[in-house]
């Protein structure tokens, strides 16, 4: 793995995706502030079932240019994030899919926008930290050792935040 001696991630926003048809005719488009409240409250859904980490509208809003979501009749359907390692390295996060739209494609949809998004950033490895690793494998992810994951992300993205890989299988994504 590539390696470098940034220890933060970038910034600086990525390119919005176009609005377009997604698997299953879901239409995925970058998150906007306001959808910040919904996005909090797909993420703690899943939080509250322990499969991912919880996040509250304020931070949220803050990294909502790291958002895409796809949205249904209801609203929001899915979310996720997608953080850039530089140089180029980026971590899916915070994937989330309304109970409604389970087993239906906006999971799917939301992944394949974010892996659509780092391919259109130059990203080469998209790496992420999951406790459903039959989900992801499905979208094309193997499963790596922790200790595959690039030296700077795994010490700036997990040990310096306080995150733990206990129970979670690390994943990656070659493009």
């Given at each position: 793995?590539?390696?470098?001696?940034?220890?933060s991630p970038s910034n600086s926003p990525l390119a919005?995706?176009?609005?377009?048809?997604?698997?299953?005719?879901?239409?995925?488009?970058?998150?906007?502030?306001?959808?910040?409240?919904?996005?909090?409250?797909?993420?703690?859904?899943?939080?509250?079932?322990?499969?991912?980490?919880?996040?509250?509208?304020?931070?949220?809003?803050?990294?909502?240019?790291?958002?895409?979501?796809?949205?249904?009749?209801?609203?929001?359907?899915a979310c996720g994030s997608l953080v850039e390692w530089?140089?180029?390295?980026?971590?899916?996060r915070s994937v989330a899919v309304a109970d409604r739209?389970?087993?239906?494609?906006?999971?799917?949809?939301?992944?394949?926008?974010?892996?659509?998004?780092?391919?259109?950033?130059?990203?080469?490895?998209?790496?992420?930290?999951?406790?459903?690793?039959?989900?992801?494998?499905?979208?094309?992810?193997?499963?790596?050792?922790?200790?595959?994951?690039?030296?700077?992300?795994?010490?700036?993205?997990?040990?310096?935040?306080?995150?733990?890989?206990?129970?979670?299988?690390?994943?990656?994504?070659?493009?």
């Amino acid at each position: 793995m590539p390696s470098t001696s940034s220890a933060s991630p970038s910034n600086s926003p990525l390119a919005s995706p176009p609005v377009a048809e997604t698997t299953n005719g879901f239409v995925s488009r970058h998150a906007k502030p306001k959808d910040a409240p919904a996005i909090a409250g797909l993420v703690n859904n899943w939080a509250e079932r322990g499969l991912t980490l919880a996040r509250s509208a304020p931070e949220v809003l803050e990294a909502i240019h790291q958002f895409v979501v796809v949205e249904d009749d209801a609203g929001l359907a899915a979310c996720g994030s997608l953080v850039e390692w530089p140089p180029k390295i980026a971590e899916i996060r915070s994937v989330a899919v309304a109970d409604r739209q389970q087993g239906k494609g906006a999971g799917r949809a939301v992944v394949a926008a974010l892996v659509s998004k780092a391919r259109s950033e130059g990203v080469e490895i998209v790496v992420l930290l999951t406790k459903s690793p039959e989900f992801f494998a499905k979208q094309g992810f193997t499963a790596i050792e922790s200790s595959d994951l690039p030296s700077h992300y795994l010490k700036a993205a997990i040990l310096d935040r306080g995150r733990s890989l206990e129970g979670r299988t690390a994943m990656q994504l070659v493009l």
